[in-house]
């Protein structure tokens, strides 16, 4: 079975510039390799503790996708239970000691796109809000074109740092409080989503932005406790809100999805963020 390299396959954006890996599969005589490859992760496994098999990894290997796992995307039970993307992850992956809840969601991302690309083509078919007029138009999109790997090991300034235990410490403007605060995690984010369903089956106020300060922050001027975090997050200034905020969406590797859209209504042409809908993992 012939199979493209991964510059083909991706562009070169995002995965190592090699051959595809074949992985043998023998079964009654019949012989076949299935291929792998190496997706480029946007942390560069900075952020992972030394015991994480990622640690210090730029890369992960994961498998093409196969007929196998479009019956997980198909799965009913696990869309219900909320873990069909998770248990994608886990699937395609080659070293199985790499958890999906303890990866970092931007080299989750990256990996998502990946096995995207290698069980249904780069090309990728939604609907589209057009900036100028509103209309609403099916656009194609090319994923290898797309997808472009954000670092995030740029200069921060010195208010921000990142630890020797691959936490953010920001120090804030008003306040002059340095907090330290870890990168999300599927674990956390999962944390997060259950909390704002909780809150929302019980009608009560939301309160995402606070709810996330609290699951990710590790420390307040050398306070590790959660109930002072959790009152200093509550009365943390709007203006230092923000700086934190700021300063952690600058320092999180991930994923970026933009392309140049055309509308066919109007001819407005602008740059865009690849709209990630069901027909990402479902195409029709």
Same mark, same amino acid.
């Given at each position: 079975?012939?199979?493209?390299?991964?510059?083909?396959?991706?562009?070169?954006?995002?995965?190592?510039?090699?051959?595809?890996?074949?992985?043998?599969?023998?079964?009654?005589?019949?012989?076949?390799?299935?291929?792998?490859?190496?997706?480029?992760?946007?942390?560069?496994?900075?952020?992972?503790?030394?015991?994480?098999?990622?640690?210090?990894?730029?890369?992960? %290997?994961?498998?093409?996708?196969?007929?196998?796992? $479009?019956?997980? #995307? =198909?799965? @009913?039970?696990?869309?219900?239970?909320?873990? !069909?993307?998770?248990?994608?992850?886990?699937?395609?992956?080659?070293?199985?000691?790499?958890?999906?809840?303890?990866?970092?969601?931007?080299?989750?991302?990256?990996?998502?796109?990946?096995?995207?690309?290698?069980?249904?083509?780069?090309?990728?078919?939604?609907?589209?809000?057009?900036?100028?007029?509103?209309?609403?138009?099916?656009?194609?999109?090319?994923?290898?074109?797309?997808?472009?790997?954000?670092?995030?090991?740029?200069?921060?300034?010195?208010?921000?740092?990142?630890?020797?235990?691959?936490?953010?410490?920001?120090?804030?403007?008003?306040?002059?409080?340095?907090?330290?605060?870890?990168?999300?995690?599927?674990?956390?984010?999962?944390?997060?989503?259950?909390?704002? %369903?909780?809150?929302?089956?019980?009608?009560?106020? $939301?309160?995402? #932005? =606070?709810? @996330?300060?609290?699951?990710?922050?590790?420390? !307040?001027?050398?306070?590790?406790?959660?109930?002072?975090?959790?009152?200093?997050?509550?009365?943390?200034?709007?203006?230092?809100?923000?700086?934190?905020?700021?300063?952690?969406?600058?320092?999180?590797?991930?994923?970026?999805?933009?392309?140049?859209?055309?509308?066919?209504?109007?001819?407005?042409?602008?740059?865009?963020?690849?709209?990630?809908?069901?027909?990402?993992?479902?195409?029709?």
């Amino acid at each position: 079975m012939s199979t493209r390299n991964n510059q083909d396959r991706l562009g070169g954006v995002g995965v190592q510039d090699t051959d595809p890996i074949p992985q043998e599969v023998s079964d009654a005589g019949l012989s076949f390799a299935t291929p792998t490859e190496f997706v480029d992760l946007p942390s560069l496994g900075r952020y992972y503790p030394e015991n994480h098999p990622l640690h210090g990894q730029d890369t992960v %290997e994961i498998r093409y996708m196969t007929a196998k796992d $479009e019956d997980i #995307l =198909t799965s @009913q039970s696990l869309i219900k239970k909320g873990v !069909v993307i998770d248990r994608l992850v886990q699937s395609v992956l080659i070293d199985k000691s790499v958890r999906p809840q303890e990866l970092l969601i931007g080299d989750k991302n990256a990996i998502l796109v990946a096995a995207r690309v290698t069980g249904y083509g780069s090309d990728y078919e939604t609907r589209v809000d057009c900036p100028a007029c509103n209309a609403n138009t099916e656009h194609v999109f090319d994923l290898n074109d797309s997808l472009k790997v954000n670092h995030a090991d740029q200069e921060f300034g010195e208010t921000v740092r990142v630890t020797d235990n691959g936490t953010v410490l920001v120090q804030l403007p008003l306040t002059n409080l340095n907090v330290e605060a870890r990168l999300m995690t599927g674990k956390e984010e999962t944390k997060i989503l259950s909390m704002a %369903e909780r809150k929302k089956k019980l009608k009560l106020q $939301e309160s995402s #932005l =606070t709810d @996330q300060f609290k699951t990710i922050i590790v420390s !307040v001027d050398g306070h590790t406790d959660a109930s002072t975090i959790s009152s200093v997050v509550d009365r943390l200034p709007a203006h230092d809100a923000r700086h934190l905020r700021d300063a952690y969406a600058k320092v999180t590797p991930n994923v970026e999805l933009t392309s140049m859209f055309e509308c066919d209504d109007c001819g407005h042409v602008e740059e865009v963020d690849v709209p990630i809908t069901v027909q990402f993992f479902w195409p029709k």
